[in-house]
């Protein structure tokens, strides 16, 4: 893959600039109004917004260095508040409203916010519940109108409350005294920031304990948008669905991306009777997931299928196994099958011509009769998608081949903002997390419990960690140089804690996770995350999470599928007074255990020591804010204190 990279302004407003000034009329954002409805704003209405707003808040103190909390989900505000910041010198420090409040105020306290950006009444009071944790922050802006009694809660907490829409009509009515001059005003600030500043600062998740702030700069964006285009081939007026938690790090690109290839940004929800409405309307060409996401859609469709039953159920499946296996053997003739070590190209093209040949005519009859609908329903003009922010599991990434949809996956962490690697599009190889970018210099060398026993590049398909070098990498962990002396070393490299292999084809395909690993008694190493995603393939468990630091044996904690084991239960004629009583009969049990068997073997590249001997079958999913984190990837600490008492169980 050949790549080529384009000069850009050196930090993101000007970036912004660049773009009002080539495309002006071009929509950026459709957002819905109160009724529903969506509104369209222009890239040159935005900007102006973005010139009043940064003079609104530089009236009311906000200057160059300040960090602004954020606290607020995905909207058209969001957006226009995070450049109005940039636009300043200023960083903002971004997270959303399913966070607790006990993160909010260690975020906005360990930050230094003396002002912060709330979403609604809701999320302020997570503020005040109690305001002494966050000492410094002095004045407050809500996107949304609160209460009365929410008001005289924040005034007797000593806070100074603005409100989006007035800030908005006072920087209108600032740049209108002298509309030109103004606008050279913050024009000014723009050139003053240096690419080496912060733009942002996001803190982890906290999956494996206090959330560390990442600082990333405006050059961490503006590297990896100038190679960009190469992996992602929007044209100037596409629309972005846009759905994800902006305050991660992966929809955070996106926004920024948008802006690059001069394309719109649409917002919705990331929930199918929102979301797929939304797409009918704007019918986009490109969307952002996580592989919650496009697990979830894929379901709809197949329970959906199942309701209807009969032939058309039949016919559905039929289908779906021969474009799968189109897909594979399409894989074999245009030498899309990983390459760990040497393959003959003419020897995979001979094993897969024939069949796929043979299996193109049922490919396009399905494409007509079954797979043109399911895409409909996402708008119809989404050929290539995009998953991110975890693994895709490979059932679901069979199901979007099949029907036709390249689904890309892609792989990165909040410490380089968020790109490491990315499928290409045109030769989308499957079991991989795609070509490392040309700003990436990445070597896999060997390790010991996730710390680096030598920097020696291991080569093609040897596994170790994964470390990497480049400028996307974050400027450190705010406040916290002991802990980025942990991770960064002094020449530069990233120890991404991942375990992972190349391809001769500069791809990587991730196989591990090195703080995840579970060390038994015995001293065996067990990586948790391949058995659950061994797991998670079946239709009967929704969520699992393996444990056994120290033990002698494996054990997990299950949400089953309710409905799916419900509907077992009516099949097998099972008695229950509950589902928690449901979950406690020896046949759920044995369906569960005969899954593991099944899965959990030698003949499928298992171990005896990764065996799951015991399980416990939870009857609530896990939740984003409680067991999982906003980009809904389980935080294994949070669970391990939640079910302590389900966990020792399993090992008495």
Known sequence: MKFTKRTLPKNLPLLLKARVAECPEVYLQAAKDKNGVYQYYTYAQFYDSVIAFAHALRSIGVKRGDNIALMSDNRREWFIMDYAILCLGAADVPRGCDSMGTEMRFITSFADCVTGV????????????????VPLLKTVILFDHMSQEGESRASEAGLTVFYFEDLMKKGLEIVGESPDAKKAEIEAEMEATSPDDVATMIFTSGTTGTPKGVMLTHNNYISQLSVIHDF????QGDWWMTILPVWHVFERLIQYVAVHMKCGLAYSKPAAPVLLPDMAVIRPQWICGVPRLWEALASGVIRTMKKTGGLTLKLFNFFIGAGSLYAKMRDYVFGNIPQFKKRCRLLDSIIGFIPWILLWPLHKLGDILVFRKIRAKMGGRINIAISGGGALQKDIDDFYRAIGLNLLEGYGMSETAPVVSFRDYRHPRPGVVGVIFPTMEVRIVAEEHGSIVSMEHLGPGRQGLIVLRSPQVMKGYYKRPDLTEKVLDRAGWLNTGDLGMMTLDNEIKITGRAKDTIVLLDGENVEPVIIESALLESNYIESIMVTGQDKKYLGALIVPVKDALIAFASENNLAYTSYENLLTLPEVTELIQGIINEKITAANGFRLCEKIFKFKLLPKSFEAGVE?????????????????????????
């Open 118 to 133: 709330f979403e609604n009444e809701k999320q302020l009071g997570k503020i005040l519940e109690k305001i002494e944790e």
């Open 628 to 652: 999982l984190s906003a980009k809904l990837e389980m935080m294994r600490f949070r669970i391990a204190e939640i079910y302590k008492a389900e966990i020792d169980s399993l090992f008495e």
């Open 232 to 235: 992602i081939t929007c044209k």
